[in-house]
């Protein structure tokens, strides 16, 4: 098991894309704060994360889902793994951008 | 003299395939499994479309060698699995998948052999494991993990196999060009060739090599041991 349930799961189908990419950059502002992490001052679900032209490196990469992961729990109550085979992979990485990484995370929040 | 009998594991490409080549230009009788399905076949060859985790798989492999060859006189558990990724980001399903394939595949072979082998008081058993081990590569914990338990497979194995006149010895190679690495950036294999004390990629035969010296008649005092390629 990926998931472990903490509470009642939030009927997350209500909570669109947009809420976790906010959250996701809400995260990446924090660590340019705390981590001096270089991001481009502009950020929306097509800035590239990781792979290609992407700011993250493979540890600032580790940092920011771990970071997400928590976020998510506190904001929807559920633990979820974002733990994926292919996170090292620029093809096929969940992690390649804000919009990547935030449908994935609601895919696996509506798994619950 | 009857020709040798080689199992070979995971046969489908790369090392496996190689070996298999390797041992039937010797003239060994091979026989090779798989997963997937193979696209090649040679004379004297066998193919079992096999998983070396699953047991019932494995036993039924192991009959129907009993069967056609009524022996087994060389063992080489090369199928393996890996995964690049940090330990953060990898999900457990990797890390029991990789465990499967690696830990628990390499103890099921040996173990059904070694009961084929035991009847002939002879045999040899060649494991892999790799130079991830002694260099405590980051980015592949699990993998890593499976590879040094192939290792401590190796130490035991070998003690309790050698009163049947078996040897358990085990190869670790460097970098290859195989499906293996496929995916690993440049930039980490060369910081890995830098750090064995020949900074090259290793080659098919380079491992070849190291097993026929395994597998000869003439290593039955050598066994428990593990021989890392490149000089790491």
Redesign the interface.
Known sequence: ??QAQLEAPPDVTHHDVHQVVELIIDNVNQLKDTQGLKAPAQLDSATTLFGGDGFLD??A??TL??AVEQAIEEKFGTNV?????G???QEHSPYRTIGALADYALQRLRAG | MDAPVTLITGTRIGIGRHLAEHYLRLGHRVVGCSRAPVDWTREGYKHCGTDVADEKGVKAMFSEIRRSYGRLDHLINNAGIASMNHSLLTPTSTVSAILATNVVGTFLLSREAAKLMKRKGYGRIVNFSSVAVPLKLAGEAAYVASKSAVVALTHVLARELAEFGITVNCVGPGPLATNLIRSVPKQTIDRLLAQQAIPRMGTFDDIANTVDFFLRPESGFVTGQTIYLGGV
């Open positions: 098991m990926e493979s540890m990469l580790v889902v771990v793994s974002l733990a994926d085979p996170a090292m992979s």
